[in-house]
Antibody
């Protein structure tokens, strides 16, 4: 069965970069029928989709306007995982971050609480 | 962006009674490829990620009890729990998977009366 395992630090300083990884088992990051998403959840913003990466003979990315210019989502085919990089973070980026598969999001990682604080 | 509006914000229902949650999209989410509405429902319990219950408006995921059902058309959708059980206490979210950005409703908290 598909499992997504997240890893990464839970505390990031303001202006620095938030980096998280989502390791995939039971599917392939290169699957031509899947997409790989990052979503965050906070009391102020609710559930907020951040972006996705997917492969359809070449790699594509889509990003939310709210984080465009600060976000990079990269696949790593050698490790069958994908990553989130969010630059220049502020306290408003404090949230629980999730990775998830698909368009309807049928499998989710366990979530990583991230606090942006000095 | 497609805005998803849920109602009510919270709901208290007696055990065994029906719970109904509404979701309205700001524009159509009808996917022409299969003529189905791209609307999903999730259940989230404390400390857990959201769990997909229903996709394409009414398609229950494997293992989801049949007391959960989804319906709707156009821009109005409904999640019904036909006979509320104690384990159904959670927050429920709708989400459109028609277009980017994927967007979610604000959530409906279901409690036992």
């Amino acid at each position: 069965q598909v499992q997504l395992q997240q890893s990464g630090p839970g505390l990031v300083k303001p202006s620095q970069t938030l980096s998280l990884t989502c390791a995939i088992s039971g599917d392939s990051v290169s699957s031509k029928s899947s997409a790989w998403n990052w979503i965050r959840q906070s009391p102020s913003r609710g559930l907020e989709w951040l972006g996705r990466t997917y492969y359809r003979s070449e790699w594509y990315n889509d990003y939310a306007v709210s984080v465009k210019g600060r976000i990079i989502i990269n696949p790593d085919t050698s490790k069958n995982q994908f990553s989130l990089q969010l630059n220049s973070v502020t306290p408003e980026d404090t949230a629980i971050y999730y990775c998830a598969r698909g368009f309807d999001l049928d499998h989710w990682g366990q979530g990583t609480p991230v606090t942006v604080s000095s | 962006d497609i805005v998803m509006t849920q109602s009510p914000d919270s709901l208290a229902v007696s055990l065994g009674e029906r719970a109904t949650i509404n979701c309205k999209s700001s524009q159509t989410v009808l996917y022409s490829g299969n003529n189905k509405n791209s609307l999903a429902w999730y259940q989230q319990k404390p400390g857990q990620p959201p769990k997909l219950l229903i996709s394409w408006t009414s398609a229950r995921q494997s293992g989801v009890p049949d007391r959960f059902s989804g319906s709707g058309s156009g821009t109005d959708f409904t999640l019904t729990i036909s006979s509320l059980q104690a384990e159904d206490v959670a927050v429920y979210y709708c989400q459109q998977h028609y277009s980017i950005p994927l967007t979610f409703g604000g959530g409906t908290r279901v409690e036992i009366k």
